[in-house]
């Protein structure tokens, strides 16, 4: 039973364009998410993170929104650029310091 | 800074071999994980240690799988005797406490044969 779902395995974005990864979770009582991007050959980086107390969190080109109502949680990436081409993982906080990792989605942004 | 330093960086391995995996944490992060990422399932927890006691271990598919932690700056993923279907990328992850994420190292990418 996944507690965390990616339900795009892929996305292709034109250079500029805004990239929107979409992340589905089961249990409403989770109250930390947090995404990673994974380059080729390197292990996952922190990207960015938001607290069930908001509803949104932004950093630079990259924004969290959660809706808790729907149990569901995106990534903007805007404008996207060539080097944001990655494996993007959303993730929760499950029980203390753990954290369930989604099936990733690949994202690829075309110049 | 030198990061979440694992060794190697690649293991082939024949199939019925022991494989040791080598993790070495950011000093001062008191837990560390194990994750292995496969095409089918994704990052997938093996084991969780904190302060070098193992919480949870529910991950470890079978008993081939043994992890330690025998000090704050050293852990070994251990398989025994390894399978082909034991292949994947092997991450090590360091945190220094519940909400700050983690830190990864690169990886060990096995392959059995």
């Known amino acids: 039973d996944q507690q965390v779902k990616q339900n795009s395995p892929s996305l292709s974005v034109q250079e500029g364009r805004i990239s929107i990864l979409n992340c589905d979770y089961t249990?409403?009582?989770?109250?930390?998410f947090l995404w990673y991007k994974k380059y080729p050959a390197e292990g996952p980086t922190f990207l960015i993170s938001?607290?069930?107390?908001?509803d949104k969190n932004e950093d630079g080109r990259f924004t969290v929104f959660l809706n808790k109502s729907a149990k569901h949680l995106s990534l903007h990436i805007v404008p996207s650029q060539p080097g944001d081409s990655a494996v993007y993982f959303c993730a929760v906080n499950n029980a203390g310091n753990m954290l369930t990792f989604g099936g990733g989605t690949r994202l690829m942004v075309k110049p | 800074d030198a990061g979440v330093i694992q060794s190697p960086r690649h293991e082939v391995t024949e199939m019925g071999q022991e494989v040791t995996l080598r993790c070495k944490p950011i000093?001062?992060?008191?837990?560390l994980f194990w994750y292995r990422q496969t095409m089918m399932r994704g990052l997938e927890l093996l084991i969780y240690f904190n302060n070098n006691v193992p919480i949870d271990d529910s991950g470890m598919p079978e008993d081939r799988f043994s992890a330690k932690m025998p000090n704050a700056s050293f852990s070994t993923l251990k398989i025994q005797p390894s399978e082909p279907r034991d292949s994947a990328v092997y991450f090590c992850?360091?945190?220094?406490?519940?909400?700050?994420?983690?830190?990864f190292g690169s990886g060990t990418r096995l392959t059995v044969v």
């Open positions: 000093s001062g992060h008191n837990s």
């Open positions: 249990n409403s009582m989770f109250d930390y």
């Open positions: 938001i607290s069930s107390i908001k």
């Open positions: 992850a360091s945190s220094p406490g519940e909400n700050y994420g983690y830190t």
